[in-house]
Protein backbone atom coordinates (compact mmCIF):
# COMPACT_ATOMS: atom_id res chain seq x y z
CA UNK A 1 0.00 0.00 0.00
CA UNK A 2 1.39 3.62 -0.77
CA UNK A 3 2.28 5.32 1.85
CA UNK A 4 -1.05 8.06 1.28
CA UNK A 5 -3.30 5.57 1.45
CA UNK A 6 -2.07 4.17 4.52
CA UNK A 7 -2.94 7.72 6.14
CA UNK A 8 -6.70 6.86 5.76
CA UNK A 9 -9.15 8.76 4.37
CA UNK A 10 -12.30 11.09 5.96
CA UNK A 11 -15.37 12.65 4.96
CA UNK A 12 -15.71 16.24 2.84
CA UNK A 13 -18.66 17.07 2.08
CA UNK A 14 -20.30 14.93 -0.55
CA UNK A 15 -16.74 12.74 -0.48
CA UNK A 16 -14.62 10.80 1.44
CA UNK A 17 -10.86 11.83 0.59
CA UNK A 18 -7.51 10.80 1.58
CA UNK A 19 -6.09 12.32 4.98
CA UNK A 20 -3.44 13.80 3.03
CA UNK A 21 -4.23 16.45 0.36
CA UNK A 22 -2.09 19.34 -0.68
CA UNK A 23 -2.15 22.97 -0.80
CA UNK A 24 -1.58 24.78 -3.83
CA UNK A 25 -0.90 28.09 -2.28
CA UNK A 26 3.52 27.87 -2.88
CA UNK A 27 3.07 27.98 -6.08
CA UNK A 28 2.26 31.46 -7.00
CA UNK A 29 5.36 34.01 -7.37
CA UNK A 30 7.21 35.40 -3.85
CA UNK A 31 4.75 36.30 -1.19
CA UNK A 32 1.94 34.71 -3.11
CA UNK A 33 1.77 37.20 -5.62
CA UNK A 34 2.18 37.04 -9.28
CA UNK A 35 2.90 34.16 -11.52
CA UNK A 36 6.13 31.23 -10.13
CA UNK A 37 9.51 31.71 -10.36
CA UNK A 38 9.70 28.50 -12.58
CA UNK A 39 5.98 28.09 -14.14
CA UNK A 40 6.91 24.08 -15.43
CA UNK A 41 7.96 23.25 -11.92
CA UNK A 42 4.93 24.67 -10.28
CA UNK A 43 2.59 22.70 -13.44
CA UNK A 44 5.04 19.39 -12.63
CA UNK A 45 4.32 19.54 -8.88
CA UNK A 46 0.41 19.56 -9.43
CA UNK A 47 0.85 16.93 -11.97
CA UNK A 48 2.63 14.88 -9.90
CA UNK A 49 0.75 15.20 -6.64
CA UNK A 50 -2.49 13.74 -8.56
CA UNK A 51 -0.01 10.96 -10.09
CA UNK A 52 0.98 10.05 -6.47
CA UNK A 53 -2.46 10.04 -5.50
CA UNK A 54 -3.87 13.01 -4.21
CA UNK A 55 -7.46 13.40 -4.62
CA UNK A 56 -7.90 17.07 -2.13
CA UNK A 57 -6.57 19.80 -3.47
CA UNK A 58 -6.32 23.09 -1.59
CA UNK A 59 -6.36 26.73 -3.14
CA UNK A 60 -8.03 29.97 -3.95
CA UNK A 61 -8.29 32.22 -6.22
CA UNK A 62 -6.45 35.04 -4.53
CA UNK A 63 -3.29 33.28 -4.50
CA UNK A 64 -1.53 35.32 -7.54
CA UNK A 65 -4.20 36.75 -7.52
CA UNK A 66 -5.71 33.56 -10.02
CA UNK A 67 -2.17 32.24 -11.05
CA UNK A 68 -2.73 29.53 -9.04
CA UNK A 69 -5.79 28.08 -9.80
CA UNK A 70 -4.94 28.90 -13.46
CA UNK A 71 -1.92 26.51 -13.12
CA UNK A 72 -4.31 24.00 -11.32
CA UNK A 73 -6.29 24.57 -14.44
CA UNK A 74 -3.39 23.87 -16.95
CA UNK A 75 -1.89 20.97 -15.35
CA UNK A 76 -5.03 19.10 -14.37
CA UNK A 77 -8.17 19.97 -16.52
CA UNK A 78 -10.34 18.06 -17.46
CA UNK A 79 -9.75 16.84 -13.85
CA UNK A 80 -10.05 13.22 -12.65
CA UNK A 81 -13.48 12.71 -11.22
CA UNK A 82 -12.26 12.07 -7.75
CA UNK A 83 -10.08 14.92 -7.16
CA UNK A 84 -12.18 17.37 -4.77
CA UNK A 85 -11.15 21.23 -5.13
CA UNK A 86 -11.22 23.70 -2.36
CA UNK A 87 -11.18 27.15 -2.65
CA UNK A 88 -11.88 29.85 0.13
CA UNK A 89 -13.37 33.47 -0.45
CA UNK A 90 -13.46 36.84 1.67
CA UNK A 91 -10.51 37.88 0.98
CA UNK A 92 -8.28 40.40 -2.06
CA UNK A 93 -4.82 41.55 -2.96
CA UNK A 94 -3.96 45.23 -3.30
CA UNK A 95 -1.58 46.21 -5.85
CA UNK A 96 1.04 45.94 -3.71
CA UNK A 97 0.39 42.22 -2.68
CA UNK A 98 -1.50 43.33 0.52
CA UNK A 99 -4.25 40.78 2.04
CA UNK A 100 -7.39 42.68 2.55
CA UNK A 101 -10.58 41.62 3.42
CA UNK A 102 -13.42 41.53 0.61
CA UNK A 103 -16.92 40.28 2.34
CA UNK A 104 -19.41 42.54 0.46
CA UNK A 105 -22.29 40.36 -1.61
CA UNK A 106 -20.50 41.83 -4.61
CA UNK A 107 -17.06 41.27 -3.71
CA UNK A 108 -18.08 37.24 -2.68
CA UNK A 109 -20.19 37.02 -5.97
CA UNK A 110 -17.26 38.05 -8.05
CA UNK A 111 -14.73 35.65 -6.07
CA UNK A 112 -16.94 32.73 -6.40
CA UNK A 113 -16.97 33.34 -10.41
CA UNK A 114 -13.46 33.95 -10.74
CA UNK A 115 -13.16 30.43 -9.37
CA UNK A 116 -15.20 29.12 -11.28
CA UNK A 117 -13.82 30.65 -14.46
CA UNK A 118 -10.12 30.27 -13.65
CA UNK A 119 -10.22 26.30 -12.46
CA UNK A 120 -12.81 26.05 -15.62
CA UNK A 121 -15.46 24.10 -13.22
CA UNK A 122 -19.19 24.56 -13.56
CA UNK A 123 -19.62 24.41 -9.39
CA UNK A 124 -17.01 24.16 -6.44
CA UNK A 125 -16.78 21.55 -4.75
CA UNK A 126 -15.99 23.30 -1.58
CA UNK A 127 -15.89 26.80 -0.69
CA UNK A 128 -14.03 28.30 2.96
CA UNK A 129 -15.59 31.56 3.97
CA UNK A 130 -12.61 32.94 4.73
CA UNK A 131 -12.60 35.27 8.18
CA UNK A 132 -10.21 38.39 8.43
CA UNK A 133 -11.77 40.66 11.19
CA UNK A 134 -8.43 41.12 12.52
CA UNK A 135 -5.00 40.53 11.61
CA UNK A 136 -3.72 38.34 14.45
CA UNK A 137 -6.17 35.18 14.03
CA UNK A 138 -9.74 34.36 14.38
CA UNK A 139 -11.72 37.32 16.33
CA UNK A 140 -15.30 37.51 17.62
CA UNK A 141 -17.86 39.08 15.85
CA UNK A 142 -20.64 38.06 13.13
CA UNK A 143 -20.61 35.63 10.31
CA UNK A 144 -23.61 35.48 9.44
CA UNK A 145 -23.75 38.47 6.45
CA UNK A 146 -21.16 36.96 4.39
CA UNK A 147 -22.49 33.35 5.15
CA UNK A 148 -25.75 34.22 3.40
CA UNK A 149 -24.03 35.31 0.49
CA UNK A 150 -22.30 31.78 -0.13
CA UNK A 151 -25.18 30.06 0.97
CA UNK A 152 -26.99 31.68 -1.74
CA UNK A 153 -24.53 31.23 -3.92
CA UNK A 154 -25.02 27.38 -3.01
CA UNK A 155 -28.38 27.08 -3.57
CA UNK A 156 -27.83 28.81 -7.12
CA UNK A 157 -25.50 25.71 -7.52
CA UNK A 158 -22.65 27.23 -8.02
CA UNK A 159 -20.81 25.98 -4.94
CA UNK A 160 -21.68 22.79 -3.54
CA UNK A 161 -20.46 22.59 0.17
CA UNK A 162 -19.95 25.25 2.42
CA UNK A 163 -16.37 25.46 5.07
CA UNK A 164 -15.40 28.02 7.48
CA UNK A 165 -11.41 29.10 7.66
CA UNK A 166 -9.88 31.35 10.32
CA UNK A 167 -12.79 31.39 12.50
CA UNK A 168 -13.94 30.75 16.45
CA UNK A 169 -15.44 28.14 17.98
CA UNK A 170 -18.78 30.65 18.45
CA UNK A 171 -18.64 32.01 15.00
CA UNK A 172 -18.25 27.66 13.68
CA UNK A 173 -21.77 27.57 15.93
CA UNK A 174 -23.14 30.46 14.47
CA UNK A 175 -22.31 29.06 11.02
CA UNK A 176 -23.84 25.72 11.70
CA UNK A 177 -26.75 27.26 12.61
CA UNK A 178 -26.82 28.47 9.19
CA UNK A 179 -26.20 26.14 6.60
CA UNK A 180 -24.21 23.14 6.98
CA UNK A 181 -20.39 23.37 7.37
CA UNK A 182 -18.51 20.30 5.91
CA UNK A 183 -14.94 21.62 7.00
CA UNK A 184 -13.22 24.42 8.73
CA UNK A 185 -9.48 25.57 8.16
CA UNK A 186 -7.39 27.21 10.61
CA UNK A 187 -4.17 27.81 11.47
CA UNK A 188 -2.80 24.52 13.84
CA UNK A 189 0.05 23.27 13.95
CA UNK A 190 2.95 21.18 16.73
CA UNK A 191 3.52 24.69 17.69
CA UNK A 192 0.49 26.49 17.33
CA UNK A 193 -2.55 24.44 19.41
CA UNK A 194 -5.01 27.22 19.94
CA UNK A 195 -7.59 24.70 18.45
CA UNK A 196 -7.10 21.87 20.14
CA UNK A 197 -10.61 21.70 21.69
CA UNK A 198 -12.04 22.98 18.77
CA UNK A 199 -10.77 19.86 16.88
CA UNK A 200 -12.17 17.24 18.72
CA UNK A 201 -15.47 18.90 18.99
CA UNK A 202 -15.20 19.15 15.12
CA UNK A 203 -14.30 15.36 14.97
CA UNK A 204 -17.56 14.31 17.18
CA UNK A 205 -19.34 15.52 14.74
CA UNK A 206 -17.25 14.06 12.29
CA UNK A 207 -16.33 17.16 10.72
CA UNK A 208 -13.28 17.75 8.62
CA UNK A 209 -10.44 20.27 10.12
CA UNK A 210 -8.02 21.02 7.83
CA UNK A 211 -5.19 22.99 9.72
CA UNK A 212 -3.50 25.49 7.53
CA UNK A 213 0.45 26.02 8.07
CA UNK A 214 0.81 22.80 8.87
CA UNK A 215 4.53 22.96 8.48
CA UNK A 216 4.69 26.57 9.79
CA UNK A 217 3.44 28.47 6.85
CA UNK A 218 6.23 30.84 5.69
CA UNK A 219 8.82 29.50 8.36
CA UNK A 220 8.21 26.20 8.71
CA UNK A 221 8.76 25.02 12.23
CA UNK A 222 12.29 24.32 14.08
CA UNK A 223 12.71 22.51 17.01
CA UNK A 224 15.35 20.91 18.84
CA UNK A 225 12.61 18.13 19.92
CA UNK A 226 11.29 17.58 16.59
CA UNK A 227 14.45 16.89 14.97
CA UNK A 228 15.62 14.86 17.72
CA UNK A 229 12.41 12.36 17.21
CA UNK A 230 13.16 12.25 13.45
CA UNK A 231 16.44 11.34 13.77
CA UNK A 232 15.42 8.27 16.36
CA UNK A 233 12.07 7.56 13.86
CA UNK A 234 14.56 7.90 10.69
CA UNK A 235 12.44 10.36 9.07
CA UNK A 236 12.41 14.08 8.62
CA UNK A 237 11.13 17.32 10.49
CA UNK A 238 8.23 17.58 8.41
CA UNK A 239 7.42 14.14 7.59
CA UNK A 240 7.19 14.09 11.88
CA UNK A 241 5.34 17.28 12.18
CA UNK A 242 2.56 16.10 9.54
CA UNK A 243 2.71 12.34 11.16
CA UNK A 244 1.67 13.84 14.44
CA UNK A 245 -1.08 15.83 12.83
CA UNK A 246 -2.68 12.59 11.35
CA UNK A 247 -2.47 11.09 14.83
CA UNK A 248 -3.98 13.91 16.88
CA UNK A 249 -7.31 13.60 15.29
CA UNK A 250 -9.26 11.44 12.89
CA UNK A 251 -10.91 14.23 11.61
CA UNK A 252 -7.67 15.90 10.56
CA UNK A 253 -7.38 16.41 6.53
CA UNK A 254 -3.63 17.74 5.53
CA UNK A 255 -2.89 20.59 2.83
CA UNK A 256 0.81 20.63 2.85
CA UNK A 257 2.33 23.42 0.86
CA UNK A 258 5.27 22.91 -1.22
CA UNK A 259 6.55 24.56 -4.47
CA UNK A 260 9.17 21.15 -5.06
CA UNK A 261 8.19 17.69 -6.27
CA UNK A 262 11.03 16.33 -3.79
CA UNK A 263 9.27 18.07 -0.79
CA UNK A 264 5.82 16.53 -2.16
CA UNK A 265 7.23 13.07 -1.99
CA UNK A 266 8.28 13.82 1.41
CA UNK A 267 5.47 14.98 2.68
CA UNK A 268 3.18 12.10 1.42
CA UNK A 269 5.15 9.54 2.97
CA UNK A 270 4.51 10.89 6.20
CA UNK A 271 1.39 8.68 5.74
CA UNK A 272 2.72 5.62 6.72
CA UNK A 273 4.64 6.91 9.54
CA UNK A 274 3.94 5.59 13.14
CA UNK A 275 4.89 8.02 16.17
CA UNK A 276 4.84 5.72 19.71
CA UNK A 277 3.24 7.09 22.30
CA UNK A 278 6.32 8.23 23.64
CA UNK A 279 7.38 10.29 20.83
CA UNK A 280 4.27 11.43 20.94
CA UNK A 281 4.49 12.95 24.24
CA UNK A 282 7.90 14.54 23.74
CA UNK A 283 5.94 16.11 20.66
CA UNK A 284 3.42 17.28 22.53
CA UNK A 285 5.64 19.13 24.93
CA UNK A 286 6.37 21.70 22.06
CA UNK A 287 3.61 24.14 22.16
N1 LIG B 1 -7.21 29.51 5.14
C1 LIG B 1 -6.14 30.27 5.21
O1 LIG B 1 -6.18 31.40 5.68
C2 LIG B 1 -4.82 29.73 4.74
C3 LIG B 1 -3.65 30.42 5.08
C4 LIG B 1 -2.44 29.88 4.65
C5 LIG B 1 -2.42 28.72 3.92
N2 LIG B 1 -3.58 28.09 3.59
C6 LIG B 1 -3.58 26.80 2.84
O2 LIG B 1 -2.80 25.89 3.58
C7 LIG B 1 -1.82 25.29 2.72
C8 LIG B 1 -0.59 24.94 3.52
O3 LIG B 1 -0.01 26.09 4.06
P1 LIG B 1 1.37 26.68 3.58
O4 LIG B 1 1.76 26.12 2.27
O5 LIG B 1 1.27 28.15 3.69
O6 LIG B 1 2.34 26.26 4.73
P2 LIG B 1 2.98 24.85 5.19
O7 LIG B 1 2.35 23.73 4.45
O8 LIG B 1 2.94 24.86 6.66
O9 LIG B 1 4.50 25.02 4.78
C9 LIG B 1 4.92 25.39 3.53
C10 LIG B 1 6.41 25.70 3.64
O10 LIG B 1 7.10 24.52 4.01
C11 LIG B 1 8.07 24.18 3.02
N3 LIG B 1 8.03 22.73 2.88
C12 LIG B 1 7.02 21.96 2.46
N4 LIG B 1 7.35 20.65 2.51
C13 LIG B 1 8.61 20.60 3.00
C14 LIG B 1 9.50 19.55 3.27
N5 LIG B 1 9.17 18.27 3.09
N6 LIG B 1 10.74 19.86 3.74
C15 LIG B 1 11.11 21.14 3.97
N7 LIG B 1 10.29 22.18 3.71
C16 LIG B 1 9.04 21.92 3.23
C17 LIG B 1 7.63 24.89 1.77
O11 LIG B 1 8.75 25.21 0.97
P3 LIG B 1 9.04 24.48 -0.45
O12 LIG B 1 8.11 25.11 -1.44
O13 LIG B 1 10.47 24.78 -0.68
O14 LIG B 1 8.77 23.03 -0.24
C18 LIG B 1 6.99 26.14 2.33
O15 LIG B 1 7.97 27.11 2.61
C19 LIG B 1 -1.58 26.36 1.66
O16 LIG B 1 -1.04 25.80 0.50
C20 LIG B 1 -2.98 26.90 1.46
O17 LIG B 1 -3.68 26.10 0.55
C21 LIG B 1 -4.78 28.57 4.02
Keep these: MQSIDQAGTFKLGGRTVKRIGYGAMQLAGPGVFGPPRDREAALAVLREAVAAGVDHIDTSDFYGPHVTNQLIRE ?15 GARRGEDGSWLPAYEAGQLEQAVHDNLRNLGVAAIEVVNLRIMFSIHGPAEGSIAAPLKVLADLQRQGLVRHIG ?27 AHRDDDPLVHALAEDGIAYVPFFPLGGFSPLQSATLSDVATRLTATPMQVALAWLLQRAPNILLIPGTSSVAHLHENLEAGSLVLPPEEVAALDGIA
Excluded at 77 to 84: Q, V
Excluded at 164 to 190: F, P
Design 75 to 89: ALAPYPRDLAIVTKI
Design 164 to 190: LSNVTAAQVEEGRDMVEIVCVQNQYNL
